[in-house]
C-alpha cells in the first residue's frame, strides 16, 4: 500500500481518505522525499515549507 500525501499541506496521510492536519480530501499517490517535522517553530525547513504542527510531509508532490 502506498501511503498518501495531502496536496494542499503536503502532510502524509497514514489513514483514512482525508488528512489529518487540514481535512482536505484532495490526496496524491504521486510524491517522493519527505521530512520529519518535530518542532516546527525552530525548524527553518518547516518555516520555508509554511508547515505549523508537527509531522511527516513530503518534499515533492505531483
Ligand atoms: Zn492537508
Known amino acids: 500500500m502506498v501511503d498518501k500525501v495531502c496536496r ?3 502532510s502524509i496521510v497514514l489513514s483514512g481518505q482525508s ?3 487540514c ?3 484532495n490526496l496524491s499517490t504521486d ?3 519527505y ?3 518535530i ?5 527553518q525547513i518547516a ?6 504542527l508537527p509531522g511527516k510531509y ?3 508532490v505531483r
Open 8 to 10: 494542499e499541506c503536503r
Open 19 to 21: 488528512c489529518a492536519v
Open 23 to 25: 481535512g482536505s480530501t
Open 31 to 33: 510524491w517522493g522525499g
Open 35 to 37: 521530512v520529519v517535522i
Open 39 to 43: 518542532d516546527p517553530s525552530r525548524s
Open 47 to 52: 518555516k520555508k515549507m509554511q508547515i505549523t
Open 58 to 60: 513530503a518534499l515533492k
